[in-house]
């Protein structure tokens, strides 16, 4: 029997944090670390330097944490330097290419935060996971899908 999808994502939520502190141990890397009340998936905090990590697994409204994220900046509560890595599972792939009008309008909001406030950077970042349904479980492949979005997210850091 497969885990529930929330232990399937804190797993992958886990393992990005555990990578992520490896590649850039000078800022404090924590799971579900709390901006003006909303939650991030990974957050890593640093002197000059504060990285926001969203995991989107099969959220129907993908662009709605971002946003609130990108409200509180608005309201002067991040730091100087921030970096927004968006990351989206192959839920929101199309069958015949591209990627979803969910995923779409999370990355506009995104991009125009970016342009708004010099201090903040944002990327969409693919996290080639497949997603199972309540019950299931991970791909056997998911910690090198994981791995590959924290190298990816490290790049952004630089």
Known sequence: ???????????VQKRLRAGLATARPELDWQVEYRVAGTPVDVAGVGTDVFVLVELEWRRADPADNAAKLFRHLADGRLPER??????????Y???N???SS???NAEFVGRVAADTFDRLSYAPVDLAIDPPKRGGDLPEDWTDATDEAT?????LVR
């Open 1 to 11: 029997m497969g885990q529930l999808v929330g232990e399937l994502a804190r797993d």
């Open 151 to 155: 190298s990816r997210v490290v790049e």
């Open 82 to 91: 921030v970096v927004v890595a968006h990351l989206f599972t192959t839920y």
């Open 102 to 104: 969910k995923r779409q």
């Open 93 to 95: 792939d199309l069958a």
């Open 97 to 99: 290419g591209g990627v």
